[in-house]
T-cell receptor, first 111, second 116 residues
Framework: SQQGEEDPQALSIQEGENATMNCSYK?????LQWYRQNSGRGLVHLIL?????REKHSGRLRVTLDTSKKSSSLLITASRAADTASYFC???????????FGAGTTVTVRA | GAVVSQHPSWVICKSGTSVKIECRSL??????MFWYRQFPKQSLMLMAT?????????EQGVEKDKFLINHASLTLSTLTVTSAHPEDSSFYIC????????????FGNGTRLTVT
């Protein structure tokens, strides 16, 4: 199964700033999902964007998908200390319904 | 919302013993559950897909006899690490999907296994 690659690996920002992270993948997908993981915990689903969608919003989160470039981005606006976590993209490849996770971006929001 | 409960949250065991980890979907039925392994500061690695009423599907490189998976009901899957060794120490996370492939995964809170 494929695995996405994310960059940057780590990101440190000041509270109130925006955080952007990117994900690239290799083969055709049904959808792409973003998850958050707090240290030592399970993952929490943030957003799912289907392959025929280009942009999706949920609260302070904005996700874009460019299937021609096989890439996605996650933007967190007006970040808060509580946004400190690792963020993973996951792809559900076409005809393969297992999720493959990227390496993750660790975001630290400084108060 | 869909909740997945995983137990225990942490366990310490001696080398050579077996450890069972339970994963339950509390408010939905899950015909398929997924077991992942995560090393510190790394991504999740899919170990196997657990199918209710049938054998699990293991990913390449995962030993079936070491990581026994049983999915006896629509709400319970178990992972047993048999004859555990220190290299099996890791964070194990289960997940389940409520709905079709365009539905998100719901994750348990993971189990930290330490083998001494």
């Amino acid at each position: 199964s494929q695995q996405g690659e994310e960059d940057p690996q780590a990101l440190s920002i000041q509270e109130g700033e925006n955080a952007t992270m990117n994900c690239s993948y290799k083969t055709s997908i049904n959808n792409l999902q973003w998850y958050r993981q707090n240290s030592g915990r399970g993952l929490v689903h943030l957003i799912l964007i289907r392959s025929n969608e280009r942009e999706k919003h949920s609260g302070r989160l904005r996700v874009t998908l460019d299937t021609s470039k096989k890439s996605s981005s996650l933007l967190i606006t007006a970040s808060r200390a509580a946004d400190t976590a690792s963020y993973f993209c996951a792809t559900d490849a076409y005809n393969d319904y297992k999720l493959s996770f990227g390496a993750g971006t660790t975001v630290t929001v400084r108060a | 919302g869909a909740v997945v409960s995983q137990h225990p949250s942490w366990v310490i065991c001696k080398s050579g013993t077996s450890v069972k980890i339970e994963c339950r979907s509390l408010d939905f039925q899950a015909t398929t559950m997924f077991w992942y392994r995560q090393f510190p500061k790394q991504s999740l690695m899919l170990m196997a897909t657990s199918n209710e009423g049938s054998k699990a599907t293991y990913e390449q490189g995962v030993e079936k006899d070491k990581f026994l998976i049983n999915h006896a009901s629509l709400t319970l899957s178990t992972l047993t690490v048999t004859s555990a060794h220190p290299e099996d120490s890791s964070f194990y996370i289960c997940s389940a999907r409520q709905g079709d492939y365009n539905s998100p995964l719901h994750f348990g809170n993971g189990t930290r296994l330490t083998v001494t």
